[in-house]
């Protein structure tokens, strides 16, 4: 009896030795680095868009998340789901222990007056370099162009015409055009008031931008750059609109059915029109480098420029300041 119990405890140890060498042992892998699907999303308000994570190496054992917004006004987020709320920019923080990642998110809608063309654009220094993040990508943003010139009554209106920097017309009535008094000169060297103060290669301020003091808000000349991004993004047509000849601009989007359309209104020098009816004309908010101060960029579309415009680029000119041309509107 006594043999029996001790040759029993034996294979009973030999059994329970043998079960835990058949076990498994997980060997606990932390997670070094994570890392978010994209840097930065746009959208709309009540859409959604679903951001994820990767968390390296692949092979690290704990994969807990935990995300949060910096702005829930603006946007929220439920594993991974960014949702929109209000128009604003937040940043969606994923975090692992102390490892953490963000991805900005701009919210958006579109406003009254705009064509509802989405043109993504680059985030620019004043010297024409592109702003980037800290891991080295650039920083980008959304534009919209207005429906109609500054000052225009529709689309297809020519709008009113500025001497560079000037935040007011110099005459009562276009057609016939009657000057204003003291402007009898017309659009000339002598009757220039505008931004002389600028030097070459500067952006027009604020405060100076007549199409942010006549519309508020976040309304204002476009940049050299917004114009080629409107180029490269858009499919371009001649046309006419009421009559009126100009250019479209369709967006890729085939589901985008909206287009923007820039009347060719040519410009005024002097007391008179020139191109009238056979070039557009509309000024930037960048001088021109190494002119004595005297030029301006202006964004230029005619016959001659429609297949550059096809082929996703821009034309620009380095035009006095004193001349009159027209302006469309951009705004964030």
């Not at 009657?178 to 952006?203: I, M, V």
Request: aromatic share 10%; with cysteine.
């Amino acid at each position: 009896m006594k043999w029996f119990f001790s040759s029993f405890t034996v294979l009973l140890l030999l059994l329970s030795c043998q079960k835990e060498s058949n076990e498994e042992v997980v060997e606990e892998v932390l997670a070094t680095d994570i890392m978010m699907s994209k840097r930065e999303i746009f959208l709309k308000i009540g859409e959604e868009q679903t951001l994820g994570a990767v968390l390296l190496p692949a092979k690290a054992t704990d994969r807990t998340l935990i995300w949060s917004s910096t702005d829930t006004g603006v946007a929220t987020v439920k594993d991974g789901l960014v949702s929109s709320v209000a128009p604003g920019s937040a940043e969606i923080i994923v975090q692992h222990g102390n490892l953490t990642d963000k991805c900005r998110v701009t919210v958006y809608t579109v406003p009254d007056g705009a064509v509802p063309i989405d043109i993504m654009c680059t985030r620019m220094d004043d010297k024409g370099n592109a702003i980037k993040d800290e891991h080295g990508n650039e920083i980008h943003y959304i534009i919209h162009f207005a429906d109609r010139n500054l000052g225009a009554n529709s689309p297809e209106d020519y709008g009113d015409y500025y001497a560079w920097g000037e935040t007011e017309t110099y005459y009562v009535k276009l057609d016939p055009l009657t000057w204003k008094e003291g402007k009898s000169s017309g659009f000339s060297e002598e009757a220039y008031n505008g931004a002389r103060h600028l030097g070459d290669g500067q952006t027009l301020p604020l405060e100076d931008d007549v199409a942010n003091a006549i519309l508020g808000g976040k309304w204002r000349i476009p940049t050299p750059n917004e114009f080629t991004c409107l180029a490269s993004q858009c499919k371009w047509e001649a046309g006419t609109k009421n009559g009126i000849p100009g250019y479209y601009a369709f967006s890729k989007d085939e589901n985008n059915k909206n287009s923007i359309f820039f009347p060719s209104g040519g410009s005024i020098y002097g007391r008179s029109r020139f191109d009238f009816g056979l070039r557009v004309e509309n000024w930037t908010s960048f001088t021109k480098k190494d002119n004595n101060n005297n030029n301006a960029i202006c964004s230029l579309i005619s016959e001659d420029d429609l297949d550059i415009y096809k082929s996703g680029h821009s034309v620009f000119g380095s035009l006095l300041r004193y001349y009159g041309r027209t302006i469309r509107p951009v705004t964030e």
